[in-house]
Every structure is written in C-alpha cells, then in structure tokens.
C-alpha cells in the first residue's frame, strides 16, 4: 500500500475531533424541551382561567340589572352592591332566644325558589339569575337527636255520608313514620317527639255498592257452606245462569274440599267466613288472626284461592276487630238484606225479606249451611225470578263490586294484600 493510499484511509471529516453526545444527553435536552413546552401550555390555562373567572355576566339583584364576575359568591355581591341585611338570631330547640344576631347572616332567593344557607354559600352567578339577597333567618342551636318510629292509626271514613254501606275496605295502607327527639346543646332543653317523617294512617272506607252506567245488579250470597245442601244450590243457580258468592267455614272447606272445588268450577267465588264461625268482637287479636289464616289456609290448600275477603260471623265487626286483623284481611262485606232464613220463618217470609224494596247494589244474605235449608231452597228460584221481574241482575258479590268503578279491582276480586313494608295500627285515629 502507497503512504498516498493509507493517508486517504485514515483521513478525518471536519467533525471527527467532536464528542458524540451520550444518550443522557438527548434525555435530558427532550425533557428541557418538554418543561418549556409545559410551561408554555399551563401559563395559556391559566390566562384563560384567568380570563373565564374574570369575565362578567349580567343578572338581577334585588331588582337591578347588575354585572358581576363569574366567580363571585353572595358575601362578594352584599359587599359589593353594599346590600344591608340583618342576621337573625340564634335560638334554643324549643324556640326560646338565646343570641341576637347569631343566626344565618343572610337568606338567599333565586329564581322565586328560597335556597337553603349552605346550597346560597356555593351560588355562582349564570347569565339572566335572578336573586334576591334578604335579611337572615334564625338559626337553631347544635343539637343531638334520637329518632323512633311512629306508629300509623286506623282512620275509619265514610264513603258516601247519606248513605249507608255495606261493603269496608282499605283504602290505604299504613305506614310507618319517624319521630325525633332532641336535646340542645347550649340550653339543655329537650323536644319529644317531633315528628320529622309524618306516619301514614290505614284509612278504612264503608261505602256502599253503586254500579256504573245505572247497573242493575244485585249480590247473591251465602254463608256457612260448603254443606249437604251446596250441590242442590249449585244446581238452581246454573239452571237460572246466576254466580253467587259463598262465604265458607274453614272447617266445612276441609271437610267438604270438592265441593269448594266445584262451586269455583261453575264460575260462583269463594271468600271468608272464619275457621270455625265465632264472633270475632269477642275474640282477642291472637284469636282473631288464628281463625283468619286458618280460614285462608284451607281455602287455599282446596282451590288455590288467596282469598282477603271476610263476612263476619253474625255481621260482629267493629274497627276494634279491624286493628285486630292484622292485615289479614283488605275488605268486609256485610248486607242489605237479611232474609232471617237461620230463624226457618218459612219460604214466603224468606222471599219477602229478600225482594222488599231492592234496589242496585243491594246484597242479599242467605245460608248453605248451620241447619236445615230446604225453605232456603224453595226460595230461591223465587228469589232469583223476583229479581229479574223487577229489572234487577242477580250476580256473585264479586261481579257486583266489580260494577263499581269506585271500588279498586282488586278488592272486587279479593285479592288485596298488605304490602309487606308497613307497619301495622295498634290503635284507632
């Protein structure tokens, strides 16, 4: 090799004495890069978070047109428009004035709706608000409470003060409310029971049945069955194509199941008469709630019927026995018409009885069982017939209720049930 040829291969560019940077070195010159650009980026949000909070936007105050900043609170307007208001005063759990001038220092309007003081402190000013800025409200003294359930009552109404009815049901279910009790920390005083949640009573209506459009019906029913005789009333009531409703005894369902069963089958209802027929007003609450569920539980074992609806052995029911149920029961169906058939006065009394001065809605109480029944059963065709001559339908209770539109479906069917929330009345309102 030529001296020519090895000093051209060992020749340096201009830059060759340099020294490369390392690869911290272009680390450390990127994040430069980046702090300066950051501070770039964050000193143009800050002037435009500058400039928003500075900006101004015009609402009412009191009446006048006013401009403020967009990050003004309620102290910065009073101060600002220099708008007098009078604190109100600090007072005691029961009322009593313990400071002057220690209450709230302002109160606060907006858009006609009164704020509370916390929710007037975090106010900020939109564009066409209208606020009014008022001398303070009192305000009461730290306190300690202790809050308690508060009992619903039963509450009777009547549904039509000219008229007397036949048929009681809830209209509302109770509920439960709360009370407080609160004790003052700087006076010592004591408040009982200050209601804070008010308690719904269970309101109970009796009222009596008025079917809509002018109906023309009339409720068909019977109690203490199922019996010997239900077979021979199922018969005459399909042969003239009328339901009925049968207020059984429990006990009587569970000796004579099928024939539950095939009164259901024929289209007539089936409801309550209680397990064994006492008088339930001289019954006690435990009493009275064993002979209703068991009444409900063997209807319900023959045909699947959840039955809510009570007649009341010997019409004995008062709103004692009502606080006594327990939400057991949702409604109570008396009678118009009594045609004293357990007394046997012979079939043209039992029919007289049932036809005099009938009208709509009226209810005809009849038995299928507790003694003989066979006036019952020659009765009966004239009774249905009679109905029918005077321009009147006669149907199960159910149907009847259920013509009118006052009465809630499920009440007519039966089947209202206390909703598991609430709290049970343990005295009359």
């Known amino acids: 090799m030529s001296e020519q040829d090895s000093h051209s291969r060992t020749a340096h560019t201009p830059h060759d004495d340099q020294e490369l940077p390392s690869s911290s070195d272009i680390a450390a010159l990127t994040r430069r890069k980046v702090i300066i650009g950051g501070g770039v980026l964050a000193a143009a949000v800050a002037t435009s978070a500058y400039a928003f909070t500075h900006q101004e936007v015009e609402i009412t105050v009191n009446g006048k047109p006013t401009k403020i900043r967009s990050n003004a ?32 220092p302002y109160s606060v309007v907006l858009n006609g709706e009164k704020l509370d003081f916390d929710d007037a402190a975090l106010w900020r000013p939109v564009a066409h608000q209208r606020i009014e800025i008022l001398d303070g409200e009192n305000k009461t003294e730290p306190f300690t409470s202790e809050e308690s359930i508060l009992a619903p009552k039963l509450e009777h109404r009547h549904g039509d003060a000219k008229r007397l009815g036949c048929v009681s049901y809830v209209t509302q279910w109770p509920q439960a409310g709360k009370i407080q009790k609160r004790t003052g920390k700087i006076s010592g005083e004591v408040v009982e029971n200050d209601v804070i949640v008010p308690a719904k009573n269970c309101i109970v209506t009796t009222k009596p049945i008025v079917p809509d459009n002018n ?3 009339v409720g068909i029913s019977f109690d203490d069955g199922p019996s010997v005789y239900t077979e021979r009333y ?58 209703l569920r068991e009444a409900a539980a063997s209807i319900s074992k023959a045909t699947d019927v959840a039955t809510t609806m009570l007649r009341p052995p010997y019409g004995a029911f008062n709103l004692n026995v009502w606080l006594a149920t327990g939400g057991l029961i949702s409604s109570e169906i008396m009678w118009t018409h009594d045609t004293f058939d357990w007394k046997q006065p012979g079939v043209d009394a039992i029919v ?78």
Not at 83 to 94: D, E, F, R
Not at 401 to 420: F, K, Y
């Open 73 to 104: 609170r309620i102290k910065d307007l009073i101060a600002a428009l220099n708008i007098p208001t009078k604190p109100g005063n600090l007072m005691s759990v029961t009322g009593a004035l313990l400071q002057e001038a220690q209450g709230y």
């Open 215 to 217: 109906g023309k019906g």
């Open 234 to 291: 199922l018969a005459i009531l399909r042969d003239h194509h009328v339901h009925a409703t049968f207020f059984n005894i429990g006990r009587n369902v569970d000796m004579y199941p099928k024939l539950a069963q095939q009164l259901l089958a024929q289209g007539h209802h089936i409801a309550s008469h209680t397990y064994t027929h006492p008088p339930l007003n001289k019954r006690n609450q435990e009493q009275v709630q064993d002979e």
């Open 352 to 429: 007289n009885r049932a036809l005099d001065n009938i009208t709509p809605g009226s209810v005809i109480l009849m038995h299928d069982g507790g003694g003989k029944r066979d006036q019952d059963l020659e009765a009966l065709p004239r009774i249905l017939q009679g109905l029918k001559a005077k321009g009147l339908q006669p149907m199960s209770i159910h149907e009847l209720l259920a013509s009118d539109s006052g009465i809630p479906r499920e009440i007519a069917d039966g089947v209202a049930r206390m909703p598991e929330q609430c709290v049970l009345p343990t005295e009359l309102a």
